[in-house]
C-alpha cells in the first residue's frame, strides 16, 4: 500500500525556518516525481515545486514565488523528500502536503495527509 | 497566473446527480486536456477521482465522470451517495511556472 507520512511541521516565528519531511513507502520511491503542494486557511491549494526522480537526475523545480526562499531535497536511501523553508512569514501558514507524480499524467495519485505549519509571534 | 473558478457548494439529495464546475482561460483549462479532479476530507489525504479531464484511476468508481468545454472543465457525480459529502477541487497543467493552478474548492454537501 502506498503512504506518504509528512513531519516536521509547528509553529515558528516569523523569520524562522522550518524543515518537512515526507516519508513514502509501498512504492519505489527513486522512480517517482514527488512533489509538495500547500493550503493556507480558507484558501485554495497552491503548488510549491517538484522533486523529478533518479532518471532525471533529481531535478528540482520550485514555483517562483517561493523559490528564493524553499528548497525541495530527497534523499531516497530513506524515502524521504524535504522541504526547506526560511525566512517563514505568516501568510506562509498552511497544511503542507507532499504527494506523487501519477506517472507523467499531469496529476497526483497519492497523497499524504498533511503537515500543519503555523507561523506567528 | 489567477487560481480557476470553482463554485462554493453545490448539494444534492442521495441518488441524484450534481455537477462542479472549474473555470480557467485558454492558458490553461482551454489549452490542455490536463484537468485532474480530487476529494477531500478534512484532515484526510486527498484522493484522486479524474485526471486527463475523463480519465479515473483503478478503483473509482465509475459514478465520477469528467468533461471539459471550452475553458471550462466539469465534475459529474450520479448516484450520490452520503459518502460522497467532501470538497472537490480541480487542477490544470499550465506551460509557464508554476505549471499547476487550482480551484478554490467546492463543498458537496448530500441532503
Known amino acids: 500500500e502506498v503512504q506518504l507520512v509528512e513531519s516536521g511541521g509547528g509553529l515558528v516565528q516569523p523569520g524562522g525556518s522550518l524543515r518537512l519531511s515526507c516519508a513514502g513507502s509501498g512504492f519505489t520511491f527513486s522512480n517517482s516525481h514527488m512533489d509538495w503542494v500547500r493550503q493556507a486557511p480558507g484558501k485554495g491549494l497552491e503548488w510549491i515545486g517538484r522533486?523529478?526522480?533518479?532518471?532525471?537526475?533529481?531535478?528540482?523545480e520550485h514555483a517562483a514565488s517561493l523559490a528564493d526562499r524553499f528548497t525541495i531535497s530527497r534523499d531516497d536511501s530513506k524515502n524521504s523528500l524535504y522541504l526547506q523553508m526560511n525566512s517563514l512569514a505568516t501568510e506562509d501558514t498552511a497544511v503542507y502536503y507532499c504527494?506523487?507524480?501519477?506517472?507523467?499524467?499531469?496529476?497526483?495519485?497519492?497523497w499524504g495527509q498533511g503537515t500543519l505549519v503555523t507561523v506567528s509571534s | 497566473q489567477s487560481a480557476l473558478t470553482q463554485p462554493a457548494s453545490v448539494s444534492g439529495s442521495p441518488g441524484q446527480s450534481i455537477t462542479i464546475s472549474c473555470t480557467g482561460t485558454?492558458?490553461?483549462?482551454?489549452?490542455?486536456?490536463?484537468v485532474s479532479w480530487y476529494q477531500h476530507l478534512p484532515g484526510r489525504a486527498p484522493k484522486l477521482i479524474i485526471y486527463n479531464v475523463n480519465e479515473r484511476p483503478s478503483g473509482v468508481s465509475n459514478r465520477f465522470s469528467g468533461s471539459k468545454s471550452g475553458n471550462t472543465a466539469s465534475l459529474t457525480i450520479s448516484g450520490l451517495q452520503a459518502d460522497d459529502e467532501a470538497d472537490y477541487f480541480c487542477?490544470?497543467?499550465?506551460?509557464?511556472?508554476?505549471?499547476?493552478?487550482f480551484g478554490g474548492g467546492t463543498k458537496l454537501t448530500v441532503l
Open positions: 504527494a506523487r507524480d501519477n506517472h507523467g499524467n499531469f496529476s497526483w495519485d497519492y
Open positions: 485558454s492558458s490553461d483549462v482551454g489549452s490542455y486536456n490536463f
Open positions: 522533486s523529478r526522480n533518479k532518471h532525471e537526475g533529481h531535478a528540482t
Open positions: 487542477c490544470s497543467f499550465v506551460r509557464s511556472n508554476p505549471f499547476w493552478i
